[in-house]
């Protein structure tokens, strides 16, 4: 069964570096998602990416935020400056398409297993 | 923050048992709503949804309700068996103002004992 995959599993980084996070979606999925879950919290939208621009976005994805979809295969969230309060799981989807106020097998979003991302 | 150091409501079923898990919204403008499961390390996973139009919908062992009317969404699973134990979490989204955005609830976890 297609799946999800994100590299790495588990990043830890100093407070101000650059992260980049890298997912590969489902290959014949058109639409793409980052989601965070800060630790014991629920999970939050980031962004949405469709047609090689986002779509939407939250109010957590600021400036130091970006993604990027370098190639045909790979999804990437970059964090420029990282902050303490970055630390949390990421979580990249996709979705084969996005109907609005659809339901279904084509608006399901599959999510990855997840990145780690520790800041000291 | 909000939701700092959240502590998730539990539902402990016995195995054989039917599960019920329930979830309130706040928007009444969402349209879609969907139930994911998350296992410990593991990304959320698809379970069932529903549009605003229904107010039932069934999958394999698990029934969705929807009641607009008190913004309350329910998942029945039935016949509980241990790998059903995880967090469920519930999800909205409002089709007329987002790409696939989907907002999450705070989750139930879901033990299942033998």
């Known amino acids: 069964e297609p799946e999800v995959t994100q590299t790495p599993s588990h990043q830890v980084t100093q407070m101000g570096q650059e992260v980049i996070l890298r997912c590969v979606p489902i290959?014949?999925?058109?639409?793409f998602y980052w989601y965070r879950q800060i630790l014991g919290q629920k999970v939050e939208f980031l962004v949405s990416?469709?047609?090689?621009?986002?779509?939407?976005k939250s109010e957590i994805f600021d400036d130091q935020f970006s993604v990027e979809r370098p190639d045909g295969s790979n999804f990437t969230l970059k964090i420029r400056s990282t902050k303490l309060e970055d630390s949390a799981m990421y979580f990249c989807?996709?979705?084969?398409?996005?109907?609005?106020?659809?339901?279904?097998?084509?608006?399901?979003?599959?999510f990855g297993p997840g990145t780690r991302l520790t800041v000291l | 923050g909000e939701n700092v150091g959240l502590h998730l409501p539990t539902l402990s079923v016995q195995e054989g048992d039917n599960s019920i898990i329930n979830c309130a919204y706040s928007?009444?403008?969402?349209?879609?709503f969907i139930w994911y499961k998350q296992e410990s390390g593991k990304g959320p996973q698809f379970i069932i949804d529903?549009?605003?139009?229904?107010d039932k919908r069934q999958g394999q062992r698990v029934t969705v309700l929807l009641n607009k009317t008190v913004k309350h969404l329910s998942l029945q699973i039935a016949a509980t068996q241990p790998g059903d134990s995880a967090v469920y979490f519930c999800?909205?989204?409002?089709?007329?103002?987002?790409?696939?955005?989907?907002?999450f609830g705070a989750g139930t976890q879901v033990v299942v004992t033998p």
């Open positions: 989807a996709s979705s084969q398409t996005w109907t609005s106020g659809g339901a279904g097998a084509y608006n399901e979003q599959f």
């Open positions: 290959s014949n999925h058109l639409y």
């Open positions: 990416f469709y047609n090689n621009e986002i779509s939407e």
């Open positions: 928007n009444s403008a969402s349209d879609y």
């Open positions: 529903i549009r605003s139009n229904m």
């Open positions: 999800a909205e989204n409002t089709a007329t103002d987002s790409w696939g955005k989907l907002q």
